[in-house]
């Protein structure tokens, strides 16, 4: 059974940057895709970045470009977001998402599995 703990989130203010985490356990992932969603009260779940855990192909979301970086640790079957630039439109709950493919997709629906999310918010 796929299993996905976020970690990392928290309080920072406008500029600043966090690091949040996505440990997965429960099967082998070189044959996955991993993704990174937000969800903003009142809002959609949308699309923030996604990673192929064999070749490390990566996609973002045009609002998170050249500020985020997604990357993996195979070693620690761990799934990193690297926030930079952080701005107060960034503030949500963020998800840990998993598939089994080797393509990156963009919508949820795509996403089986699901990790319990962790809160970003960014003051002004």
């Known amino acids: 059974q796929v299993q996905l703990v976020e970690s990392g989130g928290g309080l920072v203010q406008a500029g600043g940057s966090l690091r949040l985490s996505c440990a997965a356990s429960?099967?082998?992932?070189?044959?996955?895709?991993m993704g990174w969603f937000r969800q903003a009260p009142g809002k959609e779940r949308e699309f923030v970045a996604a990673i192929t855990w064999t070749y490390g192909n990566t996609e973002y979301a045009g609002s998170v470009k050249g500020r985020f970086t997604i990357s993996r640790d195979y070693a620690k079957n761990t799934v990193y977001l690297q926030m930079n630039s952080l701005r107060p439109e960034d503030t949500a709950v963020y998800y840990c998402?998993?598939?089994?493919?080797?393509?990156?997709?963009?919508?949820?629906?795509?996403?089986?599995?699901w990790g319990q999310g962790t809160q970003v918010t960014v003051s002004s």
């Open positions: 429960g099967r082998t992932f070189s044959n996955y895709a």
């Open positions: 998402a998993a598939r089994v493919a080797s393509d990156l997709r963009s919508s949820p629906s795509q996403y089986p599995y």
